[in-house]
């Protein structure tokens, strides 16, 4: 699988959009890009994926750039319940292999303040 | 309930004592995975179960860690002679079938975590 580089921490205030990088630039055609994020002392929570095209839910919005080498998560009006480390995964669209698991690197713990 | 439990929530163990970890996935979810999250570390994969199949060991640390899967739902995470490296959160998680990346949706669903001090 595709390794992703995010930056260790970031700030953002309250009200205000967090654009959380990923890089992942060995990413390869039938990867997804995946976004958990882990708030104190929870367990990890699905928010978004996305294979080439931009994705928007409730929580927020995925742009891939056109090559897919990276991307960005957007929550267009963080607050403070937003404080949580965000995992940013690629998987290979696969159900056969082994456990189709889902393993975190260190992501980016997301600061937001008032 | 209707989310995944998982019990104990808190576990403190003396060196060398064996600990059992509880985990009721989400009713007619097929595939289990176990998980744990040292501090300040990301996840780590340990074991992956899918309905009848030989469940996928390739994560477990050594052959002091083991889980069965009774009847296709309650999962236990059994740990043998713990040692201090294993404290840590372990997090059980479903999901409905084998991941399919291509529908949306079909995602993997985490409990709260046991967390094991070993002292």
């Known amino acids: 699988d595709a390794k992703t580089t995010q930056p260790p921490s970031m700030d953002c205030a309250e009200g205000r959009a967090a654009n959380l990088p990923c890089n992942h630039s060995?990413?390869?055609?039938?990867?997804?890009v995946y976004w958990y994020r882990q708030i104190h002392s929870q367990g990890p929570q699905y928010i978004i994926h996305g294979l080439k095209n931009n994705e928007t839910n409730e929580m927020a919005s995925l742009i891939i750039t056109e090559d897919r080498k990276s991307s960005t998560l957007i929550l267009p009006h963080a607050t403070l319940r937003d404080t949580a480390v965000y995992y940013c995964i690629v998987r290979v669209d696969s159900m056969y292999n082994a456990g189709n698991m889902l393993t975190f690197g260190g992501g980016t713990r997301l600061m937001v303040k008032p | 309930g209707a989310g995944v439990s998982q019990s104990p929530s808190n576990k403190v163990t003396e060196k060398g004592k064996d600990v059992e970890l509880r985990c009721d996935p989400i009713s007619g979810h097929t595939a289990l995975y176990w998980y744990r999250q040292s501090l300040g570390q990301g996840l780590e994969f340990l074991i992956y179960?899918?309905?009848?199949?030989?469940?996928?060991k390739s994560g477990l640390p050594s052959d002091r860690f083991s889980a069965e899967r009774t009847g296709g739902s309650v999962s236990t995470l059994t740990i043998q002679r713990t040692q201090q490296e294993d404290s840590a959160v372990y997090l059980c998680?479903?999901?409905?079938?084998?991941?399919?990346?291509?529908?949306?949706?079909?995602?993997?669903?985490f409990g709260e975590g046991s967390w094991l001090t070993v002292v």
């Open positions: 179960f899918q309905g009848n199949s030989a469940p996928d």
């Open positions: 998680a479903s999901s409905l079938g084998p991941i399919d990346w291509g529908v949306k949706g079909n995602t993997i669903y």
């Open positions: 060995t990413i390869s055609g039938n990867e997804y």
